[in-house]
């Protein structure tokens, strides 16, 4: 279980292209704790919409910038940002995986998820704590440990390690 909670937002329209949102405040926003984001619209016909990511409403919604994300408890860290990329690439492979007629590109896919799965644990390990990785890892893989460095695992903590896994 993760310390975070969830981070609200608002969608801020400049420009309202189709005549339908106005601008301002449009929508009230929520981040999920793994990166799913929650949306309510605030218009004269109110909506309630999921998606997987900010950066998903950002494309839907966004216009080209005319309507942006504005983070009501605090600014996004950008290794969020990157992290909700790195899922949503995962959950792709994964559906590549499940579908996928030829051995080969089942393999590949299977890699592609699996180097998603261990960028996101090498990005929590830098900005949130070998905790925060370890933890993901867990939740979502086969729990094996960050605390050396295999041709299976290339995200290897900062401590120094002989070829059995022992701390020097």
Same mark, same amino acid.
């Given at each position: 279980m993760t310390d975070q909670l969830? !981070? !609200?937002f608002h969608l801020v329209r400049d420009v309202d292209e189709t005549g339908t949102s106005g601008t301002g405040v449009v929508v009230e926003g929520l981040e999920f704790t793994d990166g &799913?984001?929650?949306l309510r619209w605030l218009t004269a016909t109110t909506s309630t919409a999921i998606y997987a990511s900010i950066a998903d409403v950002? &494309?839907? *919604? #966004? *216009? #080209?910038g005319k309507t942006r994300v504005v983070w009501v408890d605090g600014q996004t860290e950008p290794h969020r940002q990157l992290i909700a990329q790195l899922r949503a690439d995962r959950a792709i492979q994964l559906g590549i995986m499940q579908h996928a007629v030829d051995e080969e590109i089942r393999e590949a896919a299977s890699t592609l998820a699996y180097g998603c799965l261990h960028a996101i644990a090498r990005t929590l390990r830098v900005f949130e704590g070998a905790a925060a990785a370890e933890a993901y890892l867990e939740q979502h893989a086969d729990g094996g440990p960050l605390s050396r460095t295999t041709p299976d695992n290339p995200v290897a903590s900062s401590d120094t390690t002989d070829n059995s896994g022992e701390r020097q």
């Open positions: 969830p !981070r !609200r &799913t984001v929650a950002e &494309t839907i *919604h #966004g *216009h #080209g």
